[in-house]
């Protein structure tokens, strides 16, 4: 029941932008904690972005600050990622995931996670 699915993803050329959208359901969403990752093939997973249950912040990390915005419409059950000035080295899957935590944790800690959807920036 619980579901999270990505969706804007697609190909753009170094300097554009695009915007991703993540709609929950079947959980509270506005007490989870909701994070932002991208993945390359051979490589870990990271972080991109998250923003705690308790508000107040956004976190980056620092390869996209500047760059990448994060925002959250409760009201819709939905979080967004504006990507600008796109680079090739963000051609990764995103994804985004939910935490039952007050701060955004550890990526193993979190709950439920979509499926991804693929960012390619040409250069």
């Known amino acids: 029941e619980v579901q999270l699915v990505e969706s804007g993803g697609g190909l753009v050329q170094a300097g554009e932008s695009l915007i991703l959208s993540c709609a929950a359901s079947?959980?509270?969403?506005?007490?989870?904690?909701i994070g932002w990752f991208r993945q390359v093939p051979g490589k870990e997973r990271e972080g991109v972005s998250c923003?705690?249950?308790?508000?107040?912040?956004?976190l980056y990390a620092d390869s996209v600050k500047g760059r990448f915005t994060m925002s959250s419409d409760n009201a819709k059950n939905t979080v967004y990622l504006q990507m600008n000035s796109l680079k090739p080295g963000d051609t990764a899957v995103y994804y985004c995931?939910?935490?039952?935590?007050?701060?955004?944790?550890?990526?193993?800690?979190?709950?439920?996670w979509g499926q991804g959807t693929q960012v390619t920036v040409s250069s």
């Open positions: 995931a939910a935490a039952n935590e007050r701060l955004c944790p550890q990526r193993y800690e979190y709950d439920y």
């Open positions: 923003i705690p249950a308790v508000g107040r912040y956004t």
């Open positions: 079947g959980f509270a969403f506005g007490d989870y904690t």
